[in-house]
């Protein structure tokens, strides 16, 4: 099966470098005119989907705006799921999971392996456990082409207390994730399948990205604060790695479906004008 990198790759040079977030939470599903309740989800991510599913490299909903709905909301978590990827939008999850053992193997079958109802390209993931107890995470995505990307160095404030913390050899928490996942992407052509979550907001963070050989999620763009310009402080060299994703500043736009194409639009085109052309 064609490795998820080679897929990312492929989907960022046919539709561009772009993420966009649903996440359906209860103040944007008010601004859109819609009740925080079952329906007001489902429209919401319907039309999203109508608006970007067949035009947007990566669309990454969010689990847990879905999960506060209980199993209908999982239900139409799935349907979405379902669309975006007949649309021909790679599917990111994300959930940010993270255990050990059995639980684990148990969290990557849910939402790696192709028989589940929730399997998707790429989830998001924890590290705080140990890089090592992703593996069953990381070896089911190697064997069906899906995608992994850990947390590394996140936008929000409190994250700093552990990520920059110092190991034993002096390196931060978050250079030893760096350089763990750098290892499962060595040598792979032309990009690996696991990749990095590193905040769009936070500034020169002072890492060691030039080895990671895989790609670099960068939230924060957009209504959180970072504007384009702001990954090549963040990135610098490692820039071409890249994958910016943005959320409330595309869905903002919404109901209208013109209107969120128009927003996704233009922030492709902000990111374009700074990443490096491949």
Not at 34 to 44: E, P, T, V
Not at 86 to 111: C, M
Not at 137 to 154: D, I, N, R, S
Not at 196 to 225: F, K, N
Request: include cysteine; glycine fraction near 12%; charge should be negative.
């Amino acid at each position: 099966m064609e490795s998820f990198g080679s897929r990312l790759h492929r989907a960022v040079d046919e539709r561009g470098p772009l993420c966009v977030g649903i996440d359906p939470h209860p103040g944007l599903l008010a601004r859109w005119g819609l009740a925080d309740d079952l329906q007001g989800l489902d429209r919401f991510t319907q039309t999203v989907v109508e608006a970007l599913g067949d035009r947007v490299a990566v669309v990454k909903p969010q689990s847990a705006f879905f999960e506060r709905f209980g199993s209908h909301g999982v239900a139409i978590l799935e349907s979405t799921i379902r669309q975006l990827r007949d649309a021909g939008s790679l599917v990111l999850l994300d959930v940010k999971r993270g255990d050990i053992g059995s639980t684990v193997s148990a969290y990557a079958s849910a939402y790696l392996g192709p028989s589940s109802p929730l399997y998707v390209d790429a989830v998001t993931a924890s590290p705080y456990l140990g890089v090592g107890s992703l593996a069953p995470m990381f070896e089911l995505a190697a064997e069906h082409g899906g995608g992994v990307f850990v947390l590394a160095l996140t936008s929000n404030p409190e994250g700093a207390a552990v990520q920059r913390a110092r190991t034993a050899d002096g390196r931060t928490v978050a250079q030893t994730v760096i350089d763990e996942i750098s290892q499962l992407n060595r040598g792979v052509i032309p990009l690996g399948s696991f990749g990095l979550v590193v905040g769009a907001t936070i500034g020169d963070t002072g890492h060691d990205l030039s080895g990671v050989g895989g790609p670099l999620l960068a939230p924060g763009l957009g209504a959180q604060g970072a504007g384009a310009a702001d990954l090549r402080t963040v990135f610098g060299s490692s820039l071409g790695s890249v994958l910016p994703s943005y959320s409330r500043e595309v869905l903002s736009a919404g109901p209208d479906v013109a209107a969120l194409r128009a927003a996704a639009d233009r922030v492709l085109a902000d990111c374009r004008a700074v990443l490096p052309a491949r």
